[in-house]
């Protein structure tokens, strides 16, 4: 939903964009939207490592994440 929100309504780029980046492609984009929509409900793919879990893209990723509430202790 941040991620819609920041494409289509506010501008507002979510505290950690690394999470947006559903697919891994290097950008967050409505195909992140899409590749999660497909997995939620079309059995698609799951999103990319370090998915289901908290933590830092193994694949290191440039969009940047000041924070992530949701993974905080």
Same mark, same amino acid.
């Given at each position: 939903i941040a991620l819609l929100n920041y494409l289509?309504?506010?501008g507002r780029k979510p505290v950690c964009m690394e999470s947006a980046n559903l697919n891994d492609d290097? %950008?967050?984009d409505i195909a992140d939207a899409v590749y999660h929509l %497909?997995?939620?409900f079309r059995e698609g793919h799951a999103p990319k490592a370090p998915f289901p879990d908290c933590g830092a893209d193994p694949t290191g990723g440039g969009l940047g994440c000041?924070?992530?509430p949701p993974c905080a202790d």
């Amino acid at each position: 939903i941040a991620l819609l929100n920041y494409l289509f309504r506010s501008g507002r780029k979510p505290v950690c964009m690394e999470s947006a980046n559903l697919n891994d492609d290097g %950008a967050a984009d409505i195909a992140d939207a899409v590749y999660h929509l %497909a997995y939620l409900f079309r059995e698609g793919h799951a999103p990319k490592a370090p998915f289901p879990d908290c933590g830092a893209d193994p694949t290191g990723g440039g969009l940047g994440c000041e924070s992530f509430p949701p993974c905080a202790d």
